[in-house]
């Protein structure tokens, strides 16, 4: 067949009637009972006990239960899930649960004492990123049925916190062990369950895995046999969606849930869905390294102070954009301890002059390092390097901004070799305890150069707020602590960046936790 | 020792042909696991960083564990050695980031890129022959005038920009196109044979698959074209202009051949032999330059997996896609070769 000018001109006409003829009216049209949720994903796996991504924990959190949980925004309050709020002993060394006998897997096979502690030491000893959360931590059974009896070697009343994290989310051990599961020592070799939850889920929550694609979506269905009250989707799909197409996705009704816009995108959509902008957990800081071996002038007290004193903190805030918080030191707002915004730092020009002539350094030049192939919530460590390069000039500090990858800013940041930088801290689990490894000595402090001993009077109240039970207590000395550290540590807290998602208004509004993004078990299709 | 060289020149020279670029491609794959596994090694930067998280990281037992499973611990020809004794054995390694075989990561992304690509390719084979053609016969015309525009702009415009507007005109604002991805939201893939979701569709018999797969296809792969159909229109106008002066054209008028045969028949066809080559490089350049147009459209092919596993240093997918991408090189090479022989009888293989 000779093909003609003609016919090559109708080619694509023809096959677009074509396709349009295969596909039926409505077939892009969604169903009513699919909730679609669009975020940029940080995935690597479906283990639980292998993942500590926020992905993974927003897609495993209505699949995994934990023996304790958070409900709505709130990360102060501990609520019963799979077991009642622990019995804590004054020691703050043992920890009762019981299980609640309700509790039951997807298989129908009921929760038991046998499960947890299969899935804590699962979680131990695979040697995972969420291992951390349960280092030096005993399970065992209790006395009496359902009891569960947890023992720390060092006294650790931040416990509880860690175990709602999804990551220690307990599992079928029956289903797991079946599938190449082991929780014994050595777990890091020959545990091989990994695969097999990827392709069904063993957990109580009430959502079943259905699909599981790292690269595309994640697809949850409803677990029919599910203990606890039914959730309001038969299905939920959580898509890779980079977010220049999730403001678009939204207003087009193609998902009915966006979670990485930027805070300037929400003009656009406040009229066509619901907008959410607040303060995410992250906290970005900045610190001027102690250690004189790798900067004699950044580790002189008064240029750290100095330092402290010029920055235009109100400033860099505003680059933060909407919906962006500033806490009073380390601990983010939302957390119990968190300090006060105005009992931060605060900018004072001739101050900062006075204590750089304090130094005796004269025109100084620094190195200032930050991340420069990703954002945090959107916003860019560039501007904010800039914005703080300016403020320093001010009062007389040259700063030479040093752009980095992330691959080997880590490295640098982490061996502690960086003079001045720009960094981040994502909470491990919502307690301040998590906030300590910034004392001297302690892990972020080394990176700050900040050795121990070298501030006896932080280092005394982080050792009583570790160790204290009483909750009120524990605030007032994480209050101290925080305000020595602001007084003599390296750090300073910039901003914690805003975190800003659209929802559509099909749905009752959404609110945002900081451990899981969204809770997809508790969202519900709005009221007629 | 004379045996094998007669049995060598019985072979048709197409075979001799293919078997010697093929023995020259498997050198060439093993220089290539060279130059990527060196360069993974010179980049600055810790897998261990940039895989376990900011805790793990700092946890000797958690990181010896981590550098043990991905060999990491053994010294470097060592890596190097036991990489090729796999390669041998078709195994890839495993990726750091996904926890899977990068040989089952490749067989998942490479499909969708490929079909991605070659539904660009077709359509900027067609548009662009087509409209080459054109701007030939009307030479400084004003088709010719609006043809070199459109050409000029198609190799301009960032790809990037050209996605996310014709995502918003074609999906937003007329809502004619569907949404991201390859399938509607939690749609079911038809039957893996492939992994190409049109084809395997079509092999299945799942007509409203084939209909919705067909669908994601269209934007991102004329997106992926638009920059290819400006250099092959280009080409094809150069190939052509030079036929059309051809006596053997001239004579094909004089004996007064239909104008559309001369064109088709008598000038576009030695005119071919350029345009393939360029479709053969741009082909190439489409499989490892998807990752701007996966991005947008949620695609999820090679090139993001190839993107992601660079920012996250996994050593073993970063130097698995390297490979393939050059194995695909190669190959295309070849049949680009093949096809010289088989439109232009002047070539010969051997």
Same mark, same amino acid.
């Given at each position: ?21 295969m ?32 992905t ?7 699949v995994?239960?934990?023996?304790i ?14 077991a ?40 131990k ?21 359902? &009891? #569960?009896?947890? @023992?720390?070697?060092? /006294? =650790? ?5 860690? $175990? %709602?994290?999804?990551?220690? +989310? !307990? ?29 069904t ?64 995108q ?26 004189? &071996? #790798?900067?004699? @002038?950044a580790?002189? /007290? =008064? ?5 402290? $004193? %010029?920055?235009?903190?109100? +400033? !860099? ?37 006075a ?98 001993g ?59 936790n ?15 | ?11 048709p ?19 290539i ?15 261990v960083?940039?895989?376990?998280g900011?805790?793990a ?37 495993e ?31 067609v ?9 030939a ?5 004003w ?52 992994n ?13 698959t ?33 036929s ?27 005119a ?69 022989a ?9």
């Amino acid at each position: 067949m000779i093909i003609t000018r003609r016919m090559l001109g109708v080619l694509p006409i023809a096959m677009a009637a074509a396709v349009a003829g295969m596909v039926p009216a409505g077939a892009f049209a969604q169903d009513a009972s699919t909730l679609v949720v669009d975020t940029a994903f940080q995935l690597k796996t479906a283990d639980p006990a292998r993942e500590f991504e926020p992905t993974a924990n927003l897609v495993l959190h209505p699949v995994y239960e934990t023996l304790i949980t958070f409900k709505g925004s709130d990360l102060t309050t501990l609520v019963p899930s799979l077991a009642s709020i622990p019995v804590v002993a004054p020691d703050a060394k043992t920890f009762t649960f019981t299980l609640n006998p309700a509790a039951k897997f997807s298989d129908g096979s009921p929760v038991t004492v046998d499960d947890v502690i299969f899935s804590f030491n699962r979680v131990k000893n695979v040697k995972g990123s969420p291992s951390f959360l349960l280092d030096g931590v005993t399970v065992a059974k209790g006395a009496k049925d359902g &009891e #569960i009896v947890l @023992t720390t070697e060092q /006294p =650790d009343p931040g416990l509880p916190y860690k $175990l %709602a994290n999804p990551a220690v +989310g !307990i599992v079928n051990s029956k289903l797991v062990k079946a599938n190449q599961g082991s929780a014994d020592e050595g777990a890091d070799k020959t545990d091989r369950a990994e695969a097999f939850l990827a392709s069904t889920s063993a957990g109580s929550g009430p959502y079943i895995l259905d699909k599981f694609d790292m690269a595309a979506e994640v697809v949850l269905k409803r677990n029919d046999a599910y203990w606890g009250a039914k959730p309001a989707y038969d299905q939920i799909v959580v898509r890779n969606v980079d977010t220049s197409a999730q403001q678009m996705n939204v207003m087009r009704g193609d998902s009915q849930i966006a979670l990485d816009l930027r805070p300037d995108q929400l003009d656009a959509i406040k009229d066509a869905a619901y907008t959410l902008s607040v303060p995410g957990a992250d906290v970005v800081f900045m610190f001027t390294n102690a250690n004189p &071996e #790798i900067s004699a @002038t950044a580790a002189n /007290p =008064d240029f750290q102070q100095a330092v402290r $004193l %010029a920055i235009d903190y109100d +400033g !860099i805030l505003a680059i933060a954009g909407e919906g962006a918080a500033r806490p009073g030191s380390i601990i983010p707002t939302m957390f119990a301890g968190a300090l006060p915004t105005d009992q931060g730092p605060k900018r004072d020009v001739e101050a900062a002059k006075a204590a750089l002539a304090k130094s005796g350094i004269k025109d100084p030049v620094i190195e200032l390092t930050y991340v420069s192939d990703i954002t945090k919530n959107g916003v860019s460590f560039a501007d904010v390097a800039a914005k703080m390069q300016a403020d320093l000039k001010e009062v007389g500090i040259t700063a030479e901004l040093k752009p980095s990858p992330v691959s080997t800013f880590l490295d640098d940041y982490r061996a502690g070799t960086l003079p001045m930088t720009i960094v981040w801290w994502g909470p491990d689990y919502p307690d301040p305890s998590d906030y300590l490894l910034f004392g001297p000595g302690e892990k972020v402090g080394l990176r700050a150069g900040w050795k121990a001993g070298s501030a006896p009077e932080v280092t005394e109240i982080a050792k009583k707020a570790a160790v204290e039970i009483d909750q009120a207590k524990r605030i007032e000395l994480y209050d101290a602590w925080q305000k020595a550290l602001n007084a003599q540590g390296p750090f300073t807290s910039l901003f914690q960046p805003a975190f800003s998602m659209a929802s559509s208004k099909t749905l009752e509004p959404v609110e945002y936790n900081a451990m899981w993004t969204i809770d997809l078990t508790a969202i519900a299709p709005a009221k007629q | 020792m004379s045996f094998l060289r007669s049995a060598w020149y019985a072979l048709p020279n197409l075979v001799r042909f293919v078997i010697r670029r093929l023995f020259v491609g498997v050198l060439l794959c093993l220089g290539i696991t060279l130059v990527s596994f060196a360069l993974t090694q010179v980049v600055p930067g810790d897998p261990v960083s940039a895989n376990l998280g900011d805790r793990a990281a700092s946890d000797p037992e958690i990181v010896a564990a981590f550098r043990a499973r991905y060999g990491l611990d053994k010294p470097v020809p060592q890596q190097y050695l036991l990489y090729l004794e796999r390669l041998v054995h078709g195994d890839l390694g495993e990726s750091q980031q996904t926890k899977r075989p990068v040989t089952t990561d490749l067989a998942q992304y490479l499909p969708a890129t490929i079909e991605l690509a070659t539904a660009a390719m077709i359509l900027a084979l067609v548009l662009g022959i087509s409209l080459g053609v054109v701007a030939a016969i009307g030479r400084d015309r004003w088709p010719d005038q609006v043809i070199r525009v459109i050409s000029l702009a198609g190799v301009s415009i960032p790809t990037f920009w050209l996605a996310l507007v014709t995502f918003y005109i074609f999906f937003f604002k007329l809502g004619i196109a569907p949404g991201v991805g390859r399938l509607n939201p939690g749609g079911k893939a038809p039957p893996s044979i492939t992994n190409m979701f049109t084809i395997d569709a079509l092999l299945s018999g799942q007509w409203t698959t084939l209909g919705i797969a067909a669908s994601h296809l269209v934007l991102p792969a004329t997106v992926l074209a638009i920059y290819t159909v400006g250099s092959i229109t280009r080409f094809t106008r150069a190939a052509m202009l030079e036929s059309l002066s051809q006596d053997y054209v001239r004579a094909a008028r004089a004996k007064g051949l239909p104008e559309r045969t001369v064109i088709l028949r008598h000038a576009l066809r030695p005119a071919l032999a350029a345009i393939v080559t360029v479709a053969g490089m741009a082909f190439g350049r489409m499989l490892s330059g998807t990752v701007l147009v996966e991005s947008v459209f949620s695609w999820p092919g090679i090139g993001q997996y190839a993107y992601k596993s660079a920012l996250a240093l996994d050593l073993r997918a970063i130097m698995g896609v390297s490979l393939v991408v050059a194995a695909i090189y190669i190959l295309v090479n070849m049949a680009v070769d093949i096809i010289y022989a088989l439109i232009d009888p002047r070539i010969r293989l051997g």
